[in-house]
Structures are given as C-alpha cells and as structure tokens.
C-alpha cells in the first residue's frame, strides 16, 4: 500500500509541475501585455501602495473599466485640488469592489468613494478575470484571503492558486499565432497616464456605433441582476458608514446611438435609482444626459467609453458633485 501512495503522490507531483510549467509557457501573453504598456491592474495596485499609509487621498474611485477610463484624478487635483486614485478595472463587479474597498481601506482611508455603476457589471457570474487580475496585485493580509474565500467559487480558486494552466488557458491562440505565424498583434489598449485612470484618445465614427453590437440584441430579464451584487452595494454602504466615509455613485455617459439600442434602458435606470436610494446614497446618473454636450464621434473611443477629450469634458462637469 505504502509504495502505491508514493506513486500516487510523485504522479500527481509530477502533473503540479506540468501544470506550473504550462501556465508559464501562457504567460507569455501577460508578458507581451507588460512589454507594451497595458498591465493597467499591476501598474495601479503598484502606485496605490506606493502611497504613504494613512488619509492623504480624498476620493477612491471604484468601478468597471467606465471608472479607470472615465476618471482622471490628476485633473481633479489640478482644477481644484482634490486627491484621488482610481481603482476600478475592466469588468468590475460589485462584489469585485467591495473587496477591492476591503484591501484598499487597510492602506489609505479616503473621505469618499465613488462608485461607478455599469449594469452589465450586475449581470456576471464569473469573477475569475474581473476579481482575479485585482487579486493577484494584493498585498498579503487577512482581506485578500477573505476576498479569495467568499468571492471566488472552487474553480476561480484553483485557477488563482495552485492551477494556474486554468486562468491562462485562454491565452492559447494568442501564443500559437506567435509562434507558429509570428503575429503577435495586441489591440491597443490605451496609455496608463497615472493614479489608475488609462488614456484613450481615438474617435469612434458614427458609422461605426450604428455596426450590431452586443446591445443591439439585449434583453433584461426582470430579475437580471444577480443577488450577490445586490448585496454588495449593501455591503459597500455599510463598510464606508462603519469608516466614516462617503459614499457616493454615479453611472457614466455613454454615446446616445449606444444608448438608443438598449431596450430596456429605462428598467435598468428605475433599479439603479432604487438600488442606491435603498442604501440612502446620491446617485448621480449621466449615462444619457443630454446637457454634458458630450458628442458621440467626438468625445468617445468606442461604442461605451469616453476617450481623452470626453474625459476632460465630463470630469470638469463633475466639480461640484464630488465635493465632500
């Protein structure tokens, strides 16, 4: 029996090894994806603990690629003197920024935190890509395991830890047409311009933003947004009341023909504003303002972010509301 064990135990030994080995032999995506600038989550988490310990920032932005993208906190400072990061990420979820203020809150205590709301944030299961990227960039304590226990299912656990041939083996095509066709194009992803928020200044063609696109053939159910987001907002707002902080949310502008095709528009609008009412928080919703004089084949890069311009335009408009 004791030899049976021991071969059992170097065999799967052995498939540990592969696997680490594997996952390496992947990573050269996330290599490439350095080399050219677009670790966007390495680079902020990086400057976010490079900051001195303690209160110095007054904002903490939070939210999905709509925040990094959508906030420039070093021209909030420079109009009017307001200190803020931004930690929101691609895909990020409720419940991804409600671990993300966790780990955040045990190195800087910022005076307010504002959330940016995307609904189909509210739609996603999946936490790997949008958590995990934010994960791996933590410094260990005891909030980085809580996010791992409590956000993260088995399979999105192994993948982060001791599997990581499951996180990266996405990564496949791109490294087969590297080395097999020698192309290794990646989209251009924007400029880390610093404090968390990523430039883009390219304009998106109003020819373009009428081409089909995921919103075209959108439709909610009535209890589209899943429960564990829910209770994060809920969670959010008790955390921040708990520290003294806050809160605040706000939905960003997005190009009205993108706008225009989502049928249920005014559903998701009624939920969010019910949603942050419920928490008693302000709300602020810009997704289809029509005062922000906001263009679409000027002042957006795609067919739902602000490029540099848009950003300048929208971000002096909120002055005031991010006043404490």
């Known amino acids: 029996m004791k030899p049976l064990l021991i071969r059992v135990s170097i065999f799967l030994l052995g498939l540990l090894g592969l696997n680490f080995l594997l996952a390496y032999a992947l990573g050269v995506l996330d290599r490439d994806v350095d080399k050219r600038g677009y670790a966007f989550d390495r680079y902020r988490w990086g400057e976010f603990y490079e900051l001195p310990k303690g209160d110095s920032l007054d904002i903490l932005f939070l939210g999905s690629s709509h925040a990094y993208r959508g906030f420039d906190p070093k ?46 944030t509210f739609l996603e299961a999946d936490q790997l890509n949008n958590g995990g990227n934010n994960w791996l960039q933590l410094h260990n304590s005891t909030a980085k ?32 047409r590297k080395y097999l066709r020698g192309d290794d194009h990646l989209d251009h992803a924007g400029f880390y311009k610093g404090r968390g928020y990523v430039e883009r200044s390219e304009q998106i063609s109003a020819e373009r933003l009428r081409r089909p696109d995921l919103y075209d053939q959108l439709e909610l159910a009535p209890d589209w947004a899943l429960p564990k987001h829910q209770k994060a907002i ?49 709300y602020r919703n810009d997704t289809q303002n029509p005062n922000l004089g906001l263009v679409d084949s000027l002042h957006f890069f795609d067919n739902n972010h602000l490029n540099a311009e848009g950003v300048k335009i929208w971000n002096r408009q909120l002055l005031n509301y991010l006043k404490p």
């Open 75 to 120: 021209l909030l400072e420079e109009w009017q003197g307001i200190k803020g990061f931004n930690l929101g990420s691609s895909g990020q979820t409720p419940l991804t920024s409600l671990h993300v203020l966790h780990n955040a809150i045990r190195h800087q205590r910022p005076k307010m935190v504002v959330m940016e709301l995307y609904f189909y």
């Open 234 to 282: 809920r969670e959010i707002a008790k955390l921040c009341a708990e520290a003294g902080i806050e809160l605040r949310f706000i939905s960003s502008p997005m190009p009205q023909i993108t706008v225009k095709k989502i049928q249920d528009q005014s559903q998701i609008d009624a939920y969010l504003e019910e949603l942050t009412e419920s928490v008693n928080a302000e």
């Open 145 to 176: 395991w809580n996010f791992l226990w409590q956000a993260f299912d088995a399979y999105e656990m192994s993948a982060l830890t001791v599997l990581p041939i499951l996180r990266r083996k996405n990564a496949l095509p791109y490294v087969l």
